[in-house]
Structures are given as C-alpha cells and as structure tokens.
C-alpha cells in the first residue's frame, strides 16, 4: 500500500530560526515528490515539485531534498517568518497503469511564534 | 486561489438532503478533481474529470457524484449527505494531469449534522 509518512506532526519555532520537515514515502513506482504549503482556511500551493533525478531544489526560503534511494525528502525553512505559519504537506505520484496517483501526506503543522 | 472558486465556502445541512458544490475555473484546464480533507487523513480523491462529459471515480466516491457539463464548471453532489461527509472540500485544477502541479480552491467546509 503506498503511504506518505510526515514528521513531526507539529512543531513550533521562534522567528528567525530554521527548521527541518521530514517525509517519508512507500510509494512505487515513483514519478515525482511535491511539498505544498496550506494556510489555514485556504488550498494546498505548490512550493516545489521534484522528479528522480532531483536531489535539491530552491524556492525562496524553501529548499527541498529527495534521496530516491532510501525514499526520503525533507524541507528545510530558513530564517522562519510568521507568515511560514502553516501545515506542510508532502504529496508523491505515482505512475500507474490507469494513470497517476497521488498520495498525500497528512502533514506537519508549523508554528512560527515571536 | 486567482482562476479557481468554489462555492458556497461553508454550508450545514441536515442528513438526507442533498447537497451540490460547485467548482468554476477560468484557466480553461483540462483536468478537475475534488478532494475531501479530514484530520487524521491525507487528501482524498473523490472523483475527477478529463474533459466535458467524462469523470471518473476516485478512492472514496461511495456517496457522491459529479458532472461536468462545460470545461469551467465540475460539480460536486453528495446525494443523501451524512455525518461521515461532514468534511473540507477542495477542488483542484491542472492543465496536464495529476502528474504536473495542482491549483486548489480555497476549499468547501461541510457540516452535516
């Protein structure tokens, strides 16, 4: 069965100060690994997708890592804001014989607190 | 959430009744889908559209049905809503499939009570 492990499952930071999300993946055949960030009261936005051959991959003060060999990836926030106040999901497709299916992590809620 | 609305943005409804979201798009996108959140749960698929006239059912459809009669309308129904569909929902919108990137709508708070 494939599954989509996030952790910590909530975790609170000081502004300023980084933090590393973790996600953990049982998901074959892989095609592409995405982190969304949802506000409360809002949709999922994209922050970053990644396929196989992408190892990191930036957008702001988002960087993401995948190691396809051990099916990991981890988001790192850098110089937190209050606005980086969030749940985080971490979202994995898959190629299959009807077509692609994702699978949605449940998320690490993030709290970033003056 | 620019090109994508959904609505209403929070209803209660009774048991029994039906109930009918609405999904709208101005990005002329191929591919709709719905999603239901719940704590505890990832994102869950519950139906999804390829085109006009053509839907398909996801993991957790029991209870519900679409339709999508235009390019920019997907519309959700739950035909006799229960406590168990009380729920977020989210549509989602992607010009080439779900193997690209996704935009939600801002989401449909449902409360059956």
Not at chain 1, 39 to 59: A, C, H, Q, Y
């Amino acid at each position: 069965k494939n599954q989509v492990e996030q952790s910590p499952q909530s975790l609170i930071i000081l502004e300023g100060k980084n933090c590393t999300l973790q996600c953990n993946y049982t998901v074959s055949p892989f095609s592409n690994l995405r982190w969304y960030k949802q506000d409360t009261g809002r949709g999922p936005v994209s922050l970053t997708i990644m396929t196989f051959s992408e190892n990191t991959k930036s957008n702001r003060r988002y960087t993401a890592t995948l190691d396809a060999d051990t099916k990991q990836s981890s988001l790192h926030i850098t110089a937190s804001q209050l606005s980086d106040s969030a749940s985080y999901i971490c979202v994995v497709s898959s190629l299959t014989g009807g077509g692609n299916k994702l699978t949605f992590g449940t998320g690490t809620q993030l709290k970033v607190e003056l | 959430d620019a090109g994508i609305t959904q609505s209403p943005r929070h209803k209660v409804t009774e048991t029994g009744t039906p109930v009918t979201l609405r999904c709208h798009q101005t990005e002329n996108h191929r591919y709709m889908y719905w999603y239901r959140q719940d704590p505890g749960h990832g994102l869950r698929l519950i139906h999804y559209s390829y085109g006009v006239k053509d839907t398909d059912k996801g993991e957790v459809s029991d209870g519900y049905s679409v339709s999508r009669s235009k390019t920019e309308d997907f519309l959700l129904t739950l035909e006799s809503a229960t406590s168990s569909q009380t729920s977020v929902y989210f549509c989602a919108i992607s010009d080439r499939g779900a193997n690209y990137g996704y935009t939600f709508g801002s989401g449909t708070r449902l409360t059956v009570v």
